[in-house]
Nanobody, 125 residues
Framework: VQLQASGGGLVQPGGSLRLSCAAS???????IAWFRQAPGKEREGVSC????????YYADSVKGRFTISVDNAKKTVYLQMNSLKPEDTAAYYC????????????????????WGQGTLVTVSS
């Protein structure tokens, strides 16, 4: 399984970016998540979606600003990030897990089976 993250860049506060995570397999039986890690900080779960798109989870810090979605035809998960803040600056990684997750464990990065490379998001004026 391969995951390819893209879409990062430099954006001003209040701006938007859309990250993409393209997979080499169909997503129906997986959960796919976005994590981020800022310099000097621990990795943080940002959002997670079931391969069917029926279940989503968000970190409190991004609720109402970020939206995760899946396009199974393209085998791609998206993270639409709006109203970006300087504290959103980080390397963003997508990851995939085979087993079902729920609200108590979707953010446990060590449980995930496959990881993509990071894409850097910088929010700065």
């Amino acid at each position: 399984v391969q995951l390819q993250a893209s879409g990062g860049g430099l954006v001003q506060p209040g701006g938007s970016l859309r990250l993409s995570c393209a997979a080499s397999v169909t997503l129906d039986y997986y959960y796919i998540a976005w994590f981020r890690q800022a310099p000097g900080k621990e990795r943080e779960g940002v959002s997670c979606i079931s391969g069917t798109g029926l279940t989503t989870y968000y970190a409190d810090s991004v609720k109402g600003r970020f939206t995760i979605s899946v396009d199974n035809a393209k085998k791609t998960v998206y993270l639409q990030m709006n109203s970006l803040k300087p504290e959103d600056t980080a390397a963003y990684y997508c990851a995939m897990i085979v087993v079902r997750v729920d609200g108590t464990n979707w953010y446990e990065g060590d449980e995930y089976d496959y990881w993509g490379q990071g894409t850097l998001v910088t929010v700065s004026s």
